[in-house]
T-cell receptor, first 109, second 116 residues
Framework: GQNIDQPTEMTATEGAIVQINCTYQ??????LFWYQQHAGEAPTFLSY????GLEEKGRFSSFLSRSKGYSYLLLKELQMKDSASYLC??????????FGTGTRLKVLA | GAVVSQHPSRVICKSGTSVKIECRSL??????MFWYRQFPKQSLMLMAT?????????EQGVEKDKFLINHASLTLSTLTVTSAHPEDSSFYIC????????????FGPGTRLTVT
């Protein structure tokens, strides 16, 4: 079967660094996405990895290892507004996407 | 950045009635749009993939006669929930693929449907 695993919840302190892990087992792989979703709102795109390695975009970085079926999202200099759910999603083929259940991140002052 | 709108943002309807949700890409052309539903504290579940000018492709377990999808133009897709029941109450989210990049999904703001 196809499976994406993420921790359910994480807590971190304002100004700190947090790493959210995602492991996947899918029948195909066309890329991995990270989205941020605030409660009651639609997801917003954060990053896209299709090759192994680290992609950095401001305070957010995303890493991919295809051989290990593993990715992480790294958030630096955490701010209160970063409190949200972070969704890992894998494109398994043309127009095929599977989403993880999301990691709810709580940033404490 | 690319913008996708959804209308209405919230709708309450009585059991047995039908509800139409619109999804529009405002500043780009989307050959492909997706419809998801999301239950509280759960992730997005893909319901169907909608390609402009052709029939939608439904995921396993999604009733195509209950969730009617029309993608009449490159900027508009509609989802009609027919004969809605309380268990259809959910957050429905559409997304659109920018035909230029073809991999990044732009999500609409979602529609909260409550069936009483």
């Amino acid at each position: 079967g196809q499976n994406i695993d993420q921790p359910t919840e994480m807590t971190a302190t304002e100004g700190a660094i947090v790493q959210i892990n995602c492991t996947y087992q899918t029948s195909g792989f066309n890329g991995l996405f990270w989205y941020q979703q605030h409660a009651g709102e639609a997801p917003t795109f954060l990053s896209y990895n299709v090759l192994d390695g680290l992609e950095e975009k401001g305070r957010f970085s995303s890493f991919l290892s295809r051989s290990k079926g593993y990715s992480y999202l790294l958030l630096k200099e955490l701010q209160m507004k970063d409190s949200a759910s972070y969704l890992c999603a894998v494109s398994t083929g043309t127009y095929k996407y599977i989403f993880g259940t999301g990691t709810r991140l709580k940033v404490l002052a | 950045g690319a913008v996708v709108s959804q209308h209405p943002s919230r709708v309450i309807c009585k059991s047995g009635t039908s509800v139409k949700i619109e999804c529009r890409s405002l500043d780009f052309q989307a050959t492909t749009m997706f419809w998801y539903r999301q239950f509280p504290k759960q992730s997005l579940m893909l319901m169907a993939t909608s390609n402009e000018g052709s029939k939608a492709t439904y995921e396993q377990g999604v009733e195509k006669d209950k969730f009617l999808i029309n993608h009449a133009s490159l900027t508009l897709s509609t989802l009609t929930v027919t004969s809605a029941h309380p268990e259809d109450s959910s957050f429905y989210i559409c997304s659109a693929l920018d035909r230029e990049t073809s991999y990044e999904q732009y999500f609409g703001p979602g529609t909260r449907l409550t069936v009483t």
